[in-house]
């Protein structure tokens, strides 16, 4: 695997979750994980899957960065 260039979806999502760890220290690999799983759902049936992880970056980002001005305690980066 390559983090210049992943080779297929999954890998792109898995070093996603790591760059979400990295980003908030608060957030553990299985949470990561599961915040990835439940935002990946909304990009289901779509026909052309090239730009679903960087979606999913965005809208967890921006999630995640909002919950943490708001509390930056560790239950609340898992609330959906």
């Known amino acids: 695997m390559s983090h210049v260039n992943p080779e297929n979806e999954f890998e792109e999502l898995v070093y996603l979750a790591e ?9 553990d690999e299985q949470s990561a994980f599961r915040l ?6 909304s990009f289901d049936g779509v026909p052309l899957r090239a ?17 943490r001005t708001v509390a930056p305690d560790r239950g609340n980066l898992l609330a959906s």
């Open 36 to 41: 990835i799983a439940d935002e990946l759902e």
């Open 51 to 67: 730009y679903v992880p960087v979606l999913v970056e965005n809208n967890l980002m921006r999630r995640l960065r909002a919950q």
């Open 19 to 27: 760059r979400l760890c990295a980003r908030f220290p608060a957030l």
